[in-house]
């Protein structure tokens, strides 16, 4: 085998990476294939099912130089955007290419993503499409407590139920406590079928430490899989809920902490921009996996 077609076969291979990783420990695993040009819908949903985790990328160049389209397919279904994906796409490609900037074109929209070095990793962000904020009905979030096991007490009034979008639409919850967000004991069919009927992609869980911290789960029952351990869709899409609330001053960073209660530790930075329109940025590192 020539070394083009070494670099071919590769690249068409599935990567298995952890992204947003805490020194390499934890972090939220996705498949990653760079080249799938030639793979039907078919085929990318077939290979995600057997690689099993909560997300699959698919990498296809779009013809313009730095940018690619990309897919996203959980082992049920494809998916509009997926953070933790991109962030290990973005890794898989600078450790072979280098880093710099990539552009991505994804079913949600176009985003941007850096990479560069940071303390012998390398550091990957995110720059999410104009995220949005809107109500949720009564009755949703009444079924969607009910399915969690969560009654009204459960929640932070000082951060209010809504649907929130940067790429996905994420239902919003804060616990009032840390207890309640570790106490993780929901209704899977239900949630999933509230879930399915709404397009939420999961449920953004927070308790917040301080002004700039926070701890998050996600239930992602549309995946197949009862917890997602780093979601950085939800991320961006959270930073632009505390933005349209008027609960955070731009420009911000927060941290999010995500996969503790289920042991798998992740951590997000999450940066928001002046401006009340502009795309939330998430960073984070990413690790292969052994074997």
């Not at 985790?53 to 996203?72: H, M, N, V």
């Not at 397919?73 to 973005?90: K, N, R, Y």
């Not at 997602?228 to 902490?257: K, S, V």
Request: aromatic share 6%.
């Amino acid at each position: 085998m020539n070394d083009t077609a070494q670099q071919k076969s590769e690249r068409s291979a599935v990567l298995r990476y952890t992204a947003f990783d805490v020194d390499g420990q934890g972090g939220n695993p996705a498949g990653v294939v760079l080249d799938s040009r030639g793979m039907d819908a078919a085929r990318m949903q077939e290979i995600a099912a057997e690689v099993g985790f909560s997300e699959t990328a698919f990498l296809l160049d779009d013809g313009d130089a730095g940018g690619f389209r990309i897919r996203y397919f959980s082992p049920l279904a494809e998916v509009a955007f997926c953070g933790h994906a991109t962030i290990a796409t973005a890794v898989a490609l600078a450790e072979r290419q280098g880093t710099g900037d990539l552009r991505l074109v994804t079913s949600a929209g176009e985003i941007g993503v850096e990479t560069r070095p940071a303390n012998g990793r390398i550091l990957a962000t995110l720059t999410s499409v104009a995220p949005a904020v809107g109500e949720v009905a009564e009755a949703d979030l009444t079924d969607a407590l009910t399915a969690l096991r969560w009654n009204a007490a459960d929640l932070d009034p000082a951060l209010p139920p809504r649907i929130a979008n940067a790429g996905n639409d994420h239902l919003v919850l804060a616990a009032s406590s840390r207890a309640r967000l570790a106490d993780l004991d929901y209704d899977q069919k239900s949630l999933g079928e509230l879930m399915a009927r709404r397009g939420w992609t999961t449920i953004h869980l927070v308790w917040r430490e301080t002004e700039t911290v926070f701890y998050a789960r996600d239930p992602f029952p549309p995946g197949g899989v009862v917890e997602d351990p780093a979601t950085g869709a939800a991320a961006a899409a959270f930073g632009g809920y505390l933005r349209a609330l008027g609960l955070i001053t731009p420009p911000a960073e927060f941290t999010i902490h995500q996969g503790q209660d289920m042991g798998r530790p992740s951590r997000l930075l999450v940066e928001v921009p002046s401006g009340t329109t502009g795309g939330i940025r998430v960073s984070g590192t990413a690790a292969p996996i052994p074997g």
